[in-house]
C-alpha cells in the first residue's frame, strides 16, 4: 500500500554529518505522522525523531537532541532526518516509518506505525 525507500547512508567520522531521506510512494498520505527509528547490532530497535503531519510538533530521542534535525516535504512525499555532530553511538541501520493514524498514540512507539522502510546503515567511525 506504501512503501517507503531510505536513502542516505554511509560512512561518516565523528562529528561529521549525514543527511537520510525517505522516500514514499504508493498510497500515500499527507497526513501521516513520520519517524526515524535505529536499530544497531546486538540492540532492539528505538526511536529517534518524529515529525506530524503539518510539521509543527517534532520529537526526539534524548541522546540526539540538539544534533538532529527531522523535516518533511509533503508535496514530494519526503521526509528527512539530518544528522549533525555524529557519535560512534549513533551507528545503526536508519529505518523510516509512516504511521497513518497516530491520534492518542505514542509517537516514539515501533507499534504506532504502519509502513516501514528497508533500512539504511550508517557508521560512525572513532
Known amino acids: 500500500q506504501v512503501q517507503l525507500v531510505e536513502s542516505g547512508g554511509g560512512l561518516v567520522q565523528a562529528g561529521g554529518s549525514l543527511r537520510l531521506s525517505c522516500a514514499a510512494s504508493?498510497?500515500?498520505?499527507?497526513?501521516?505522522?513520520m519517524g526515524w527509528f535505529r536499530q544497531a547490532p546486538g540492540k532492539e530497535r528505538e526511536f529517534v525523531a518524529a515529525?506530524?503531519?503539518?510539521?509543527?510538533?517534532?520529537n526526539f530521542v534524548e541522546s540526539v537532541k540538539g544534533r538532529f534535525t527531522i523535516s518533511r516535504d509533503n508535496a514530494k512525499n519526503t521526509v528527512s532526518l539530518q544528522m549533525n555532530s555524529l557519535k560512534p553511538e549513533d551507528t545503526a541501520v536508519y529505518y523510516c516509518?509512516?504511521?497513518?493514524?497516530?491520534?492518542?498514540?505514542?509517537?516514539?512507539?515501533?507499534?504506532?506505525?504502519?509502513?516501514w522502510g528497508q533500512g539504511t546503515q550508517v557508521t560512525v567511525s572513532s
Open positions: 516509518a509512516a504511521g497513518a493514524n497516530v491520534v492518542r498514540r505514542p509517537m516514539y512507539s515501533p507499534l504506532t506505525y504502519d509502513y
Open positions: 515529525i506530524n503531519w503539518s510539521g509543527d510538533f517534532t
Open positions: 504508493g498510497r500515500t498520505s499527507s497526513t501521516y505522522a
